[in-house]
């Protein structure tokens, strides 16, 4: 323990062992940014549903499916066809509606900040290959953090489940 302050970081075995910037940018910076913003994004998301966006459209789509009525918009006079596209997104609640009902909106906020958690993972899979790590590390520590990324992650839309997709096709044309 001869030689150990608190100036040292490391076990006493290894007394000069220091913080520096090279053992700060060593950290595993992706884990725990994506862990950091699963933590923010999942406690900002309300416990009601949105009434004012699509939201009650895509959870009523998703109902008529686990109903086996098909891309039927039960909710209008009318059918609204945008509310339709993206096809997968009705299909990704599909079994949170199957199996906790039309009312377990936060297992469907869950599943968006799941969707943009994954699409923050993706913008690094697809930026790493257009520049060099730095440069993309700080885009993606910066886009992760956005309020805006935040706002779609707890919202019950299909933008989060779409940007993943789409950064990850990018990334994977690019290999």
Known sequence: MEGWNRGNVGSPEEPN????????ARLPWLPLTLFATLLIYAFGAPAQLDLESDSPRYVMLARSLVD??????RFDLA?????????AYPLLLMPFVAA????????FEMLSVVCMVLSI????????KWLPDKEARSIVLAVSFLGQ??????AILSEAAYMAASFLCLGAMER
Do not use: C, H, N
């Open 68 to 73: 086996r009525q098909g891309y039927v918009g």
């Open 121 to 128: 993972w993706t913008i690094w899979f697809a930026l790493r």
């Open 100 to 107: 906790f009902g039309p009312r377990a909106y936060l297992s």
């Open 17 to 24: 062992r220091r913080v520096t910037k090279d053992s700060i």
């Open 79 to 87: 059918d609204q066809t945008e509310t339709q596209y993206p096809f």
């Open 149 to 154: 990324m935040q706002m779609y992650s707890t």
